[in-house]
T-cell receptor, first 115, second 113 residues
Framework: EAGVAQSPRYKIIEKRQSVAFWCNPISGHATLYWYQQILGQGPKLLIQFQNNGVVDDSQLPKDRFSAERLKGVDSTLKIQPAKLEDSAVYLC?????????????FGPGTRLTVT | AQSVTQLDSQVPVFEEAPVELRCNYSSSVSVYLFWYVQYPNQGLQLLLK??????LVKGINGFEAEFNKSQTSFHLRKPSVHISDTAEYFC???????????FGTGTRLLVSP
């Protein structure tokens, strides 16, 4: 079974530029998550999708971050314009979904450096 | 709202020694508890989870954790560590419902020969 795929693995941009990250979850997983992991901290949930609907985006800085999961499969996270404090690893995870405590499977992450 | 505290940012230990990584949580409702491991430049991998039932949970790679409701703790233990256990370990809590995980700040386990 293929795992969660993310691209690119690394990205370096200058502040005020835009950037996009892509995630392809495990086949059949209804729930998709985007986390931000700043160096020295634990992952923080940015947004959670159930199929193509948003379940939780309370910690997403909506003035600069956006995310979509149009067909309920893969997802894109965008930052426009980027700030220095956006430097972090962006992790995508997926799970089967539903009310039960099902396991989240994480991708390798995209390391973003904003200069 | 839930929160997780991992007091130890780094734990150095010699190979074959026992180790305990501490985790305390706060929540006003019933919770699920998790330990994840992150190797360098990789995503997170689930080590073990507590959902209900027995308070002693066994996971992969010889790790186990004990849920203590009165002390609101979920400490991770291994009786004998290997060099390959060197990694970052994250404790996480989730309330019932739509699975939002709240992570601690992590503990870096450094195993030396």
């Amino acid at each position: 079974e293929a795992g969660v795929a993310q691209s690119p693995r690394y990205k370096i941009i200058e502040k005020r530029q835009s950037v996009a990250f892509w995630c392809n979850p495990i086949s059949g997983h209804a729930t998709l998550y985007w986390y931000q992991q700043i160096l020295g901290q634990g992952p923080k949930l940015l947004i959670q999708f159930q199929n193509n609907g948003v379940v939780d985006d309370s910690q997403l800085p909506k003035d600069r971050f956006s995310a979509e999961r149009l067909k309920g499969v893969d997802s894109t996270l965008k930052i426009q314009p980027a700030k220095l404090e956006d430097s972090a690893v962006y992790l995508c995870a997926s799970s089967l979904g539903g009310q039960g405590p099902d396991e989240q499977y994480f991708g390798p992450g995209t390391r973003l450096t904003v200069t | 709202a839930q929160s997780v505290t991992q007091l130890d940012s780094q734990v150095p230990v010699f190979e074959e020694a026992p180790v305990e990584l501490r985790c305390n949580y706060s929540s006003s409702v019933s919770v699920y508890l998790f330990w994840y491991v992150q190797y360098p430049n990789q995503g997170l991998q689930l080590l073990l989870k507590y959902l209900s039932g027995s308070t002693l949970v066994k996971g992969i790679n010889g790790f186990e954790a004990e849920f203590n409701k009165s002390q609101t703790s979920f400490h991770l233990r291994k009786p004998s560590v290997h060099i390959s256990d060197t990694a970052e370990y994250f404790c996480a809590v989730s309330g019932q419902g739509f699975q939002k995980l709240v992570f601690g700040t992590g503990t870096r386990l450094l195993v030396s020969p």
